[in-house]
């Protein structure tokens, strides 16, 4: 698998009252890789952008899991948002109109991420006790593919490559991925205002 870094620890109330752990959670990017199947730019770009935003959102202690609101640029079936907000709900536990309901109106995960239709704007990430908030994208454009990634991917696809450059293919889309873990989202992971 991958490197256990980056990371994102959370404390996660509900957790801790239904017998589930401490209430501390840590989260790696292999998790994504587990809830996703596979890796890719895309679900590291999701885990780079929740680890960021929570950074953000709590800058001076542990985040709390369930009290984040997700705002996605962009219907749920369109493109890659469903992998992405995947990523976003295993993490933050923000769900669209499939999670948590909650107990007695508490730990509510349902409804906590909201899709924007034709909107091609930021991720807008909110905390809900005390509404700050933090706007953030994501672009690998810093990380392109190597260029025999171009010749390989037809071969790989069509069943037509040998097992060496299949292997190669595999090697070439992992240092990408590993590249874009490393650098932690300084040059793919954008901050914008309001």
Known sequence: MFADTPSITLRDPLAELLG????????????????????????????LLVKRALELLYPDTLPV?????????????????????????????AAASNGFKGLAG????????????GNAGPYLFERMASGRKVA????????????????????VLSHQASPEER???????RHRVEAILADGGARSVMQHEG
């Open 20 to 47: 589930a752990g401490d209430m501390e959670f840590r989260y790696t990017f292999n998790d994504a890789v587990k809830l996703a199947g596979h890796a890719c730019p895309t679900v590291a770009g999701a885990f």
């Open 106 to 117: 508490q730990y509510n995960r349902m409804h906590l991420m909201r899709f924007q239709d």
């Open 136 to 155: 953030l994208s994501y672009s690998p454009v810093a990380f392109p593919p190597a260029p025999r990634m171009g010749e390989l991917m037809p071969k």
């Open 167 to 173: 292997q190669e293919f595999g090697q070439l889309w």
């Open 65 to 93: 899991r369930g009290e984040v609101t997700i705002t996605v640029p962009g219907r749920m079936e369109e493109g890659v948002t469903g992998p992405i907000t995947q990523i976003f709900t295993l993490v933050s536990g």
